[in-house]
């Protein structure tokens, strides 16, 4: 899956909780990024990270948080501050070769889903 | 909105036939790529083209960019079951910062 690890595969939580979602790549990459996808959606870019102790917002940032302290992780915790928060949640990597910097390789996903 | 656009919303086929999907989008960019995903699963990179190509080719697919147009095709030649799945679009456009924009997709099924 694209050397990108997200645990777990399906996460349920009652309303008013936080969750963190975890994401773990093994292949030394700087960029990572978080999106949701909602049913017949495209993907929807919530946070991303450049680099080490660095991280952006992206379309979707409200309610949702992040933290880059090392390379490999990238975890995404869930607020109860998001209003909406069931949603499939995937992970993903770009970097390595100069060819192929532009290319996203994703994790298999997390599906959230908070009753 | 800087989101690419696909078309048709859905495709449905016969084994053995061609494929045709569009995406259109809306500013300058410095690459179109276009994704798959199976239905529950991570988004697989399929190719990548720049905005200086006209035309990309790898296995079966083929893709054009017609930047002029601002719309990219991808062409999946002999189709087989296992093409069944969704097809994204995804512009990386000037000014992104790495980031990448996502179409709602195409949902492609191939009847064996």
């Known amino acids: 899956d694209g050397g990108i690890t997200q645990s777990p595969k399906y996460l349920f939580r009652k309303e008013g909780q936080n969750v963190t979602l975890s994401c773990e790549q093994n292949?030394?990459?700087?960029?990572m990024y978080w999106y949701r996808q909602d049913p017949g959606q495209g993907l929807r870019l919530i946070y991303y990270?450049?680099?080490?102790?660095?991280?952006q917002k992206g379309d979707i940032a409200e309610g949702y948080s992040v933290s880059r302290e090392k390379k490999e992780s990238f975890p995404l915790t869930v607020t109860s501050a998001q209003k909406n928060p069931t949603a499939f949640y995937l992970c993903?990597?770009?970097?390595?070769?100069?060819?192929?910097?532009?290319?996203?390789?994703f994790g298999p996903g997390t599906r959230l889903t908070v009753t | 909105s800087q989101q690419g656009e696909e078309d048709p919303q859905a495709l449905s086929i016969q084994e053995g036939e061609n494929a045709t999907m569009n995406c259109s989008y809306k500013?300058?960019?410095?690459?179109l790529q276009w994704y798959r995903q199976n239905s529950g699963r991570g988004l697989v990179h399929l190719i990548l083209?720049?905005?200086?190509?006209r035309e990309k080719h790898s296995g079966r697919l083929r893709v054009t960019l017609d930047t002029s147009k601002k719309s990219s095709s991808l062409l999946i030649t002999a189709s087989r079951a296992a093409d069944t799945a969704s097809y994204f679009c995804?512009?990386?456009?000037?000014?992104?910062?790495?980031?990448?924009?996502f179409g709602k997709g195409i949902t492609l099924s191939v009847r064996p």
């Open positions: 083209i720049r905005s200086n190509e």
């Open positions: 993903a990597r770009s970097g390595g070769a100069a060819t192929s910097i532009y290319e996203q390789y």
């Open positions: 990270s450049q680099i080490v102790n660095d991280f």
């Open positions: 292949l030394n990459h700087d960029a």
């Open positions: 995804a512009t990386d456009w000037t000014g992104a910062n790495s980031k990448l924009t």
């Open positions: 500013t300058s960019i410095n690459n």
